[in-house]
């Protein structure tokens, strides 16, 4: 008995780790793309880049600070976009975006785990997300 119940807290054992945050390496280029969301107004957008003097700003609002404990609902937390960071040792971190009708944005590596975008104090973080790569695409910003 005493065998089973050590071997239950060892594979449980990775259930209740704590999940670390990840980083982000130094970064040479953003680009992304914006996918089509009827219901809120969104249409998709291909090839979006990130000016090179706008990535600072647009990288906090992206980069994960904390783990997102509310529950994803993919029929109603759209997936907005994909936003590609480049990396200077020449890989590629792809993030999901996800809106979810409140502040900061919930972004993910994996489309399973999601962290808390940066909050910037606009009243919605994925509606940002979108505004600024609509407004990089369109150079209107």
């Keep these: 008995m005493r065998f089973f119940l050590g071997m239950f807290f060892v594979l449980s054992g990775g ?12 970064v040479s280029r953003i680009s992304a793309r ?4 009827p219901e809120l107004g969104i249409s998709p957008v291909n090839n979006v880049d990130v000016p090179k003097d706008q990535m600072p700003s647009f990288l906090l609002l992206i ?9 994803i609902k ?5 997936h907005v976009a994909d936003v590609y ?8 971190t792809t993030l999901c975006v996800r809106w979810m ?13 999601y962290y808390w975008g940066c909050i910037d104090g606009f009243p919605d973080g994925a509606f940002r997300i979108i505004r600024l790569l609509v407004s990089y695409k369109n150079n209107t910003f």
């Design 15 to 26: 259930c209740f780790a704590s999940k670390t945050i990840p980083t982000i390496e130094p």
């Design 34 to 37: 914006i996918y089509s969301v």
């Design 63 to 71: 980069t994960p600070t904390k783990l997102c404990n509310n529950q």
């Design 74 to 78: 993919k029929e109603m937390h759209y």
């Design 85 to 92: 960071i480049h990396h200077t040792d020449g890989t590629i």
């Design 101 to 113: 009708g409140h502040n900061p944005a919930a972004v993910s590596l994996d489309d399973r785990v």
